[in-house]
Structure formats: structure tokens, C-alpha cells
């Protein structure tokens, strides 16, 4: 159980800055994820947490002592690989026990901790084997039952499920938020998945190009995206955006279509409108806010997504529940609901209501 | 149990749908390679050993007679055998245990991250690609008190009290192939086992260094392992070609002095080729042949209960 504290981290390789003055708190028993596109520095970050990479600038705190010259060893982290990064040569009983035969604690203690981990991740039948003659799942399990072994104050996550499959990825989400849910430990979680991360975290890092976009719990990332990338990395498909013009206590679409929005302060000249996919309907009585051809349809059994060209403006996504009776060519009107609508000013970042 | 369970394997449709045909297919197919195989190996290998069962002496009137095991009765009490069998052991033993802890230290250093690193690597490799003769001579050379500098080294450093030549003195004389033959063979235990040092992944180094192992712990317990395999089989090859390497004592020492560095392959090579005894040579042959073959079978199985990978 352990706080983990970064004072304005920085990452260098050279005189190429990775990572610049970064802060971050992590909670005692949070379940913290670092998303982001590849490259934004979220692997290099928690390697920086776990003591891998070496800190370029800053502090990190964990549980009020400054741990940036400490080894790995010394911190009481422990890490799950992407690759697993099994021991290839040991079965699993011994790679799920090797820190305590490191340790050279008791065999009696040993076969104990690493019987309860095998028992809470069903791996008590392939104690005897090697990891060559495991599936993928029960792969990722030892190299998760090899960090429970050791009781560490945190476990970090870098990717875990990017191996597998579709179905066995949903499956092992499923484990970790209960493994979390029982242990109860801080756990920082990287993915690039938005999936996992909406799904495991207490708290979302959205990370891009070395800086932290925002940080905020799943529905405050989803509800009040902080800027334009968060808004277009956080929900599936993307948010609609596009540049409009402000008017007097409103916005005029690309359409040329007036949208009155009183309820907000706007004093650039320039905006983007953004909308999800969701908070379009189809107007069945009136104009909407704009008019277009139906282009593609995808049905999910669950939504249907309808792709609409509208001239002068583009692709507009919209998401409606069930399947709806509609056919590509087809001419629709669509209506915004308009509470949930997010305004970003020319510098990318949000414009809340009444400021 | 259907039909197809119990057709031997190697049945397509269409081809052989005999049984006879089936079963001697794949020895069509492997019939040219063993043929040239047997053409070139054990054919001559045969007439070789066959030597050993007759008295075949290129300067006798009578031309070769079997014998029987004659040849190998006199090597019982042939003391000449049994000092260049010792000395083998030595020979062989010393040099490649010397090359493979060298090998490994140089193989650990050189997958350190270091400024001209790849040219090193290259370089490391050149004593290896210098002939045997070349390298006994140049040896041979450096350890003779006249043109070489070794001896007066020596002398300085207190280890001789005069610049004498190492290869003239019988209890010390077989130290002179060796030192050749460690300078010579080290660089292939470097590119062998650095090759395999690079195959091992980072990640596993990180996993042990977060479950807290030291530097020694992960050289023993994940360098080693992943490595055994390698070691197996070059020290197996190493020690094979050492054991057969006439040239540097030949060169350096020619068995001398006083049959102090005769090991099996130069006393094969006088016998044969300066006393023209192809049968007692041929005789000394086979011993060799098979305590190298009774090596190379408990070093195989040493593989198999120690190798997990």
C-alpha cells in the first residue's frame, strides 16, 4: 500500500526531451491508468516509477521518501511485462516464487505464498510446467501471480493485454479489477486501450507527447474533456469536431446554420463545436442543425452508426441505439442535444459554461 | 478406428499406395545424400581403421598382414602412449577451460554499450582467423630468449631467474602450446557466447531486477541457463578439435623436449608419417576416436538433464 508522488519528473535522452515536468499524485490503493497514443511517454514513465529508466530531473515519492536514486530492488514495486518477461528456463511454481528464492526466505513460506497465488489465479494445476507450455492467458496469470507473490507496495502494469486475444483481453480486464478490488493496492496501469482504461480506473492520466492532457476519472474524461486531444482520444468512434465561427450569443455552423448558446461565454472568434457520436439524434420533425446523405451504415446489433455527409461540413458520425431502419442514400436531418455539446477555442482547450 | 489413423506415414494419394512402396520412399529421397556421405567419410574411415588391425609399415619388405590386435597390444605397454595420453588430457583440459572462462569474460564485456564496440567485436575475432602454423611460429618466437621478449619479461617480473626459453624446459613445457592455443582459441568462445548473450532479452534482466535480483544472482540464474546450451555444445566442439590439434606442439615444441609435450595427435603424426608405421599410428587413432566419442556421449547427456530451454 503506497502513495507515489511525481514532482515535476522530466525524462531526457540526450537533448531530446521525452518526458518535461510532469506531476502527477497517485493515491494509496488507487487504480490509476496512463493512456495515451505510442510515444507519448506513458511506457517510459512507469519504467521511470519502477526504477528501469533512470529520472532525468524531479522528484518521485513514494510513501514520503524519495526513491529517484534507489534499484528496483529496493523500491518494492512490482511490474507486469507486456511480454511477460517469463523466466523461460524455470516452471511456474519457480518463476512465480523466484523473488523469494532470491530473497532465499523459507521453502515452506515460499511454496505457500506461491500456492494462494496460483489458487486466487487458477494456475494450481500448471505449477509444474514451463511457460513454453502455457497459452497466452495463463501466461499473462504467472506474470501477474508473480507479482503477488511478492505483496509489493504497488504493481505496475505496462500493456498487459496487448498479446492477447479479443475475448481472452475482456476476460483478464475482468481479473485484474478483481484482483485489484481484493488486494486493495495502488496499481498504475499503462495501455493505449481507452477500453481498459474506461473500464479499470479509478483515475485516467491522458498523456500526449511527454505532458499530461488531463487527469480525471473516466466519466469526468468522457463528460469534460479539458481539450481537443482529450476529446478525441477518449470515446469510440471519435467525437464530431469541427471549426465554426462565434456570433452573437451563439455559433454559426459550416453549414451557415446559426446555433444559439447562450449559456456560454464566448470570446474568440474562432471555435470548435464538438459532439459525441451519442448526442445526435435523427430530427424527425424539423431541420435539425443540418441535413446530409446517409453514406455508411454499421450495425452492431447493440447501435447502429450512421456515417452522413453533409456539404460544406463532411463525415458526421452518429450513434443511435438498436438497429434503425436506414439505407445508405438516404436523406436525414440531424438534431444536436444540445447540453452536451463542448466548445474548444483556438488553442485546443475547453470553454466551460458561463466562463 | 478409421483407415486413415493406420496409414503410415509418408502416404500421399496417388503415390506408392503400397505399403512396400510407402515404406521405402523416404529412403529414395535420402539415398543420394547418404551415398556421397558414405563416399567420402566412411568408406575412408573404414580402410583407417582397418590399418590398425594389420602391420603396415611403408618400409617393410613384406608389404601389410593382418595382425590381429597386435598394435593395440603393444600400446599397453608402449610408455610413450601413455605420457602423450597424460599429456592430452592436460592439453585439452587447460586449454579449453582457460578459452571458455577467458571466452566468457571477453563475450560479458563486449555486450557492454561501449564507444567503437562493433569494431572491438570485429577485431576480437582475428587470432582465430590466423592459421595453426602461424600462430605456433609466432609463439614459438616470442617465447625464445634470443628474438622474443616473453623470457626477459619474465625475468623482470621475478617469475624466471634467467631469460631461458619456456618450451626447453620439460616440466614447464607444455604451458608454451597452451598459452598459443588459449590466445588462439579464445575469440571463438567470445563470438559464440556473445551471440548468444544477445539473444537473451532485456526484458528478463528487468523482470529479475524488479523481483531483486543482484548482479550475480542474475548472472547465475538467467545468464547461465540461457547460456548452457551454447557452453554445451561449443566445449564439445572445442574440446573434439583441440584434442586433435597436432599443429601448435608440432610447431612450437615438435613433442620435445624429451617427449614432454607429445600429445595423442603429434605422436599419430610422427608414428605415421616420420616412422612410417601407418598401422601403430592408425592403432593410436582409434583410442582416440573412442574416448573422444565416450566424451562427446556424457557430455550430450550432461545437455539433456541440464538444458530446459
Redesign the interface.
Known amino acids: 500500500m503506497a502513495t507515489i508522488t511525481l514532482n515535476n519528473i522530466a525524462k531526457n535522452y540526450g537533448a531530446v526531451e521525452v518526458i518535461s515536468g510532469l506531476d502527477l499524485d497517485i493515491f494509496d490503493g488507487e487504480f490509476v491508468v496512463l493512456v495515451g497514443p505510442s510515444g507519448c511517454g506513458k511506457s517510459t514513465l512507469l519504467r521511470m516509477i519502477?526504477?528501469?529508466e533512470s529520472i532525468s530531473g524531479g522528484d518521485l515519492v513514494i510513501d514520503a521518501e524519495r526513491v529517484n536514486a534507489k534499484?528496483?530492488?529496493d523500491r518494492d514495486?512490482?511490474?507486469v511485462?507486456q511480454?511477460y518477461?517469463?523466466?523461460?528456463?524455470m516452471n511456474v511454481e519457480r518463476n512465480m516464487g523466484?523473488?523469494m528464492?532470491?530473497?532465499k526466505e523459507k521453502k515452506s513460506l515460499k511454496t505457500d505464498r506461491v500456492g494462494k497465488a496460483a489458487t486466487k489465479l487458477g494456475l494450481t494445476p500448471f505449477l509444474d510446467r514451463?511457460p513454453k507450455a502455457l497459452s497466452g492467458g495463463q501466461r499473462q496469470r504467472v506474470a501477474m501471480g508473480?507479482a503477488i507473490v511478492?505483496n509489493p507496495k504497488a504493481f505496475l502494469f505496462d500493456e498487459p493485454l496487448s498479446n492477447l486475444d479479443a475475448a481472452l483481453r475482456v476476460g483478464m480486464r475482468l481479473e485484474i479489477a478483481r484482483l485489484h478490488r481484493e488486494l486493495g493496492t495502488t496499481m498504475v496501469y499503462v495501455t493505449h486501450d481507452q477500453v481498459e482504461a474506461m473500464t479499470l480506473a479509478d483515475r485516467i492520466v491522458v498523456m500526449n507527447l511527454g505532458n499530461i492532457e488531463q487527469v480525471g476519472t473516466p466519466i469526468e474524461l468522457y463528460e469534460k474533456p479539458a481539450n481537443l486531444f482529450v476529446a478525441n482520444f477518449i470515446g469510440s468512434p471519435t467525437m464530431n469536431i469541427f471549426d465554426c465561427s462565434f456570433a452573437n450569443g451563439g455559433i454559426i455552423l459550416p453549414n451557415g446554420t446559426f446555433l444559439p448558446l447562450p449559456a456560454y461565454a464566448i470570446s474568440d472568434q474562432q471555435v470548435s463545436l464538438g459532439i459525441r457520436p451519442e448526442h445526435i439524434q435523427i430530427a424527425t420533425n424539423g431541420p435539425g442543425q443540418c441535413q446530409g446523405e446517409v453514406e455508411i451504415v454499421e450495425r452492431l446489433g447493440s447501435d447502429t452508426m450512421i456515417y452522413t455527409n453533409v456539404s460544406g461540413w463532411g463525415l458526421l458520425v452518429t450513434r443511435l441505439n438498436g438497429t434503425m431502419d436506414i439505407k445508405i442514400g438516404d436523406a436525414i436531418a440531424l438534431a444536436f442535444d444540445q447540453p452536451h455539446i463542448h466548445l474548444f477555442n483556438d488553442t485546443g482547450a475547453a470553454i466551460r459554461v458561463g466562463v | 478406428m478409421s483407415t486413415t489413423a493406420r496409414r503410415a506415414p509418408g502416404i500421399i494419394p496417388g503415390r506408392f499406395q503400397n505399403w512396400i512402396g510407402a515404406v521405402f520412399e523416404p529412403y529414395l529421397y535420402l539415398g543420394p545424400a547418404i551415398i556421397l556421405i558414405a563416399l567420402i567419410m566412411f568408406v575412408p574411415l573404414v580402410i583407417g581403421i582397418s590399418f590398425a588391425f594389420q602391420n603396415y609399415t611403408l618400409i617393410s619388405s613384406t608389404g601389410p598382414s593382418w595382425t590381429g590386435l597386435t598394435n593395440f597390444e603393444a600400446l599397453i605397454d608402449d610408455k610413450r602412449f601413455w605420457g602423450a595420453a597424460r599429456n592430452t588430457l592436460f592439453w585439452a583440459v587447460s586449454s579449453v577451460s582457460l578459452q571458455f572462462f577467458l571466452g566468457l569474460g571477453l563475450a560479458l564485456l563486449l555486450n557492454r554499450p561501449f564507444f567503437g564496440r562493433r569494431i572491438v567485436q570485429a577485431l576480437v575475432l582475428l587470432p582465430w582467423a590466423v592459421p595453426g602454423f602461424l600462430t605456433g611460429l609466432t609463439w614459438a618466437w616470442l617465447f625464445n630468449p634470443i628474438i622474443g621478449p616473453i623470457s626477459h619479461w619474465m625475468v623482470a617480473l621475478g617469475l624466471f631467474e634467467q631469460p631461458d626459453n619456456l618450451l626447453a624446459d620439460p616440466q614447464n613445457a607444455m604451458w608454451g602450446p597452451v598459452i598459443a592455443n588459449v590466445w588462439f582459441g579464445v575469440p571463438f568462445f567470445a563470438v559464440t557466447l556473445l551471440a548468444a548473450l544477445q539473444s537473451i532479452?532485456d526484458?528478463?534482466y528487468?523482470?529479475?531486477?524488479?523481483?531483486?535480483?543482484?548482479v550475480w544472482?542474475s548472472f547465475t540464474?538467467?545468464t547461465l541457463?540461457?547460456l548452457a546450451p551454447m557452453i554445451a555444445i561449443t566445449v564439445l566442439l572445442r574440446t573434439i578439435w583441440v584434442a586433435n590439434f597436432a599443429d601448435l606442439v608440432y610447431i612450437m615444441t615438435g613433442g620435445g623436449p624429451a617427449n614432454s609435450t607429445q600429445i595423442l595427435p603429434t605422436y599419430i603424426f610422427t608414428t605415421a608419417f616420420r616412422k612410417l608405421d601407418f598401422g601403430y599410428a592408425s592403432a593410436i587413432s582409434v583410442v582416440l576416436l573412442l574416448l573422444l566419442l565416450l566424451y562427446a556421449g556424457i557430455l550430450l547427456r550432461m545437455r539433456q538433464t541440464l538444458v530446459?530451454?
Open positions: 519502477a526504477g528501469l534499484p528496483p530492488r514495486i512490482a511490474m511485462f511480454s518477461a517469463l523466466y523461460p528456463h523466484f523473488s528464492e532470491i530473497r514451463l508473480r511478492r | 532479452p526484458e528478463l528487468e523482470a529479475g531486477a524488479m523481483d531483486g535480483a543482484s544472482q540464474k538467467i541457463p540461457f530446459k530451454i
